[in-house]
């Protein structure tokens, strides 16, 4: 009797085993498309990602690069300091989108020119997204608007 009370507990962990297995395996399938990494300029210039790949970059929109009113394409340059992207976006920028300012724009980069398919901007003076903020003292440029 003990023997079969063993093997139901056996098979019992084996079938859990297997649906862990299984359900990490679809959720790992469902997410592929979803996940988007964060670029500064200076690493998609070091390291071009490829055109089909979707992927997240941030950093201040450079100072005179803003450049409206050539049909429904803006076009602006991002930098962490180092690095410094050209931008394409169609459609609606975001109220607080300025020069000087943090970013963080979602697409890809062809031809040397990152196309963008979202972009997103601080929603208040001091705000920047921890991925700029990051990439920005990595590179050893980021300074604290609050000064501390």
Do not use: C, W
């Not at 979707?54 to 450049?67: C, P």
């Not at 930098?79 to 000087?100: K, Q």
């Amino acid at each position: 009797m003990k023997s079969l009370k063993k093997k139901r507990r056996i098979q019992v962990v084996a079938i859990a085993a297997i649906a862990l297995v299984a359900a990490t395996a679809l959720i790992g399938y469902g997410m592929r498309d979803g996940i988007n990494f964060f670029r500064s300029p200076t690493q998609v210039l070091a390291e071009p990602p490829a055109p089909n790949e979707v992927f997240r970059i941030g950093g201040l929109v450079e100072d005179g690069s803003l450049k409206r009113g050539e049909g429904e394409v803006i076009r602006f340059n991002v930098t962490d300091g180092n690095g410094i992207v050209a931008v394409t976006y169609r459609g609606v920028l975001p109220d607080l989108f300025e020069e000087n300012q943090g970013m963080v724009g979602t697409g890809s980069y062809r031809d040397g020119v990152f196309q963008a398919s979202e972009i997103l901007a601080k929603h208040d003076e001091s705000y920047m997204p921890k991925e700029v903020v990051d990439a920005l003292k990595e590179q050893g440029v980021y300074k604290d608007p609050n000064g501390s």
